[in-house]
């Protein structure tokens, strides 16, 4: 009886395995070289926020006070954008470090720069625990916006206050 449970969870393990190679093989060259590099990237994101001030991590970037008019992007760059954070949410859920916004905002944000694909990210709290619903402490929340839609981290941030905003292009 044990060794059938056993040969059962294998044979589920097997065939998700297998249907995330077949969703791999279906994306074309481009998109599995995003998804590739956005693992690495998430990796290299994760170490240098654990070792690194997030002061020296966002010197590059411009910091606004208060949330600067989104910058005009073409169709064709939008598409890109959302396309780019949809992979690097992809590759996210599949690195044994934990990759939440924070770093795949960072990862998003630096495959967009290397594209001259202006954008901006938030940096946003509310009072309560990460599930929102305890009555003390904070939780953070980072997301990404090109032009006016969010591309990586969107789900949930409309609870958040903005505390800081980040920017880079145009």
């Keep these: 009886m044990g060794g059938s ?18 969703k791999f093989a279906a994306l074309d060259i481009g998109q599995k070289a995003v998804l590739i590099q956005a693992w ?4 290299g994101f994760r170490a240098a926020i ?53 770093v795949q905002v960072l990862v998003v944000q ?10 901006q990210f938030y940096l946003g709290v509310r009072k309560g625990g990460e599930d929102g619903v305890a009555p003390t402490g904070l939780s953070a929340h980072a997301w990404l916006q090109c032009d006016s839609e969010i591309v990586n981290g969107g789900a949930n941030h409309s609870e958040y206050t903005v505390v800081s905003t980040f920017s880079w292009g145009n």
């Excluded at 690495?40 to 990796?43: E, K, P, S, V």
């Excluded at 600067?68 to 959302?82: H, R």
């Design 40 to 43: 690495f990237l998430l990796g």
């Design 110 to 119: 630096r495959l967009l720069a290397k594209r001259d694909i202006a954008g």
């Design 50 to 102: 654990l070792s690194t001030s997030f002061k020296r991590l966002a010197r590059s970037l411009k910091h606004h006070r208060r949330p600067p008019d989104p910058t005009p992007v073409g169709s064709e760059q939008l598409k890109q954008a959302a396309s780019i954070g949809k992979l690097v949410a992809t590759a996210a859920r599949y690195t044994p470090w934990q990759s939440r916004c924070l």
């Design 5 to 22: 449970c056993s040969t059962w969870a294998t044979s589920l393990i097997w065939k998700a395995s297998l249907n995330r190679i077949k």
